[in-house]
Each structure stands twice: as structure tokens, then as C-alpha cells.
């Protein structure tokens, strides 16, 4: 152990604060080094001198009198009332701010409702659109013929128009289904 490490915890071992290995392994050290051992006899000799000279104080009741009477003389200092202090110390006004918080809480949840109503709306005009052009789109295959599958209302511009993508007619030629092979 080095002298370095044993003289910071000296105090905490005179005061038998360290933990049972570490005292140990200062008791140790302590035994073979002599500066150490030589710190740790100056460290008691100086907690005995400020025992042996220090003094219990014990004030005069004339101490304390003059004491509480030097307080009730002292001009009483009040703190300047803050911005909010001052301003909720009106109750029309805290009646008034918390009005204003209500009415403020309510339109924001009125807002919210209307616009998740809305997306609602939106979502329900979307699903009956798809539903729509995909019931128009279905002919039999057996009864139109491949290319009838591809060519029906929607394509030739009978269908509403789709707000979300202009197509163009799409024209298909089976070159299996030609006999002019």
C-alpha cells in the first residue's frame, strides 16, 4: 500500500468509518511504516486538544431577551407581489382565465372531432369509389372474350371520371387469338 492512500483514509479509520478489509489493510501498513504511524498519533493528539478546550456554550436567558428583542425591532420586509400573485389575487380574473382555458379546451376537441369526421367521410367516399370502379370493371371473361376483360365502360369514358388518375383508352390485340397467324 502506498503512504499516499493510507494518510487520506486516516481520519475515517481514527473515526472507525472504513470497511473491515480496508482497515485492515491500513492496520497493516500502519505496523511497518513510520511516517504513517507518526500522522495517525498527531491526528489523535489534535482530536483530544480540541476535546479537552472546547467549550459548551450555554447562552444567559438576558442573551436571548436581548435576541428576540432586536427581531421585533427589525422593520418588517414584505416581497413585492409577483405578476401571477397579484393577478390571481382577483377572483374575476382566475374565474375569467379559467373560462378561457375551457372555452379554449373545448374548441380544441370540437376541432379535433370535425376533423377526424372528416377523414371519416373521406375514407368512407374512397372505399365505395374503389367498390364502384372495381363492380364495373368485372365482365364474365367466358362471355367477352379475353380483350373484353380489358375493354369495358371505364376504358371507353362511359364511367365517371376518376378524380385520381386520367387514363387512356388501352387497347389489347391477342396475337394468339387472330386466325391470321
Same mark, same amino acid.
Request: with cysteine.
Given at each position: 500500500?502506498?503512504?499516499?492512500?493510507?494518510?487520506?483514509?486516516? %481520519?475515517?479509520?481514527?473515526?472507525?468509518?472504513?470497511?473491515?478489509?480496508?482497515?485492515?489493510?491500513?492496520? $497493516?501498513?500502519?505496523?511497518?511504516?513510520?511516517?504513517? *504511524?507518526?500522522?495517525?498519533?498527531?491526528?489523535?493528539? $489534535?482530536?483530544?486538544?480540541?476535546?479537552?478546550?472546547?467549550?459548551?456554550?450555554?447562552?444567559?436567558?438576558?442573551?436571548?431577551?436581548?435576541?428576540?428583542?432586536?427581531?421585533?425591532?427589525?422593520?418588517?420586509?414584505?416581497?413585492?407581489?409577483?405578476?401571477?400573485?397579484?393577478?390571481?389575487?382577483?377572483?374575476?380574473?382566475?374565474?375569467?382565465?379559467?373560462?378561457?382555458? $375551457?372555452?379554449?379546451?373545448? #374548441?380544441?376537441?370540437?376541432?379535433?372531432?370535425?376533423?377526424?369526421?372528416?377523414?371519416?367521410? #373521406?375514407?368512407?367516399?374512397?372505399? *365505395?369509389?374503389?367498390?364502384?370502379?372495381? *363492380?364495373? #370493371?368485372?365482365?364474365?371473361?367466358?362471355?367477352?372474350?379475353?380483350?373484353?376483360?380489358?375493354? %369495358?365502360?371505364?376504358?371507353?369514358?362511359?364511367?365517371?371520371?376518376?378524380?385520381?388518375?386520367?387514363?387512356?383508352?388501352?387497347?389489347?390485340?391477342?396475337?394468339?387469338?387472330?386466325?391470321?397467324?
Amino acid at each position: 500500500m502506498k503512504c499516499e492512500s493510507c494518510t487520506e483514509d486516516l %481520519t475515517a479509520y481514527l473515526d472507525g468509518e472504513l470497511p473491515l478489509s480496508r482497515a485492515e489493510e491500513i492496520s $497493516a501498513h500502519l505496523r511497518d511504516c513510520g511516517p504513517c *504511524s507518526e500522522e495517525l498519533r498527531e491526528l489523535r493528539l $489534535a482530536g483530544e486538544f480540541v476535546k479537552a478546550h472546547a467549550l459548551s456554550l450555554e447562552p444567559q436567558p438576558y442573551l436571548w431577551n436581548n435576541l428576540r428583542g432586536r427581531i421585533g425591532g427589525m422593520p418588517e420586509q414584505r416581497a413585492a407581489p409577483g405578476l401571477l400573485q397579484s393577478w390571481f389575487a382577483q377572483r374575476w380574473l382566475a374565474a375569467a382565465a379559467s373560462l378561457a382555458a $375551457a372555452v379554449a379546451l373545448t #374548441l380544441g376537441i370540437r376541432g379535433y372531432l370535425g376533423y377526424r369526421q372528416s377523414q371519416r367521410s #373521406l375514407q368512407n367516399y374512397m372505399v *365505395s369509389y374503389i367498390q364502384q370502379r372495381e *363492380s364495373q #370493371l368485372r365482365m364474365p371473361a367466358a362471355a367477352a372474350g379475353f380483350e373484353g376483360v380489358f375493354r %369495358t365502360a371505364a376504358f371507353d369514358g362511359a364511367a365517371p371520371h376518376n378524380p385520381f388518375a386520367d387514363t387512356q383508352s388501352v387497347s389489347f390485340d391477342n396475337p394468339f387469338r387472330s386466325g391470321e397467324r
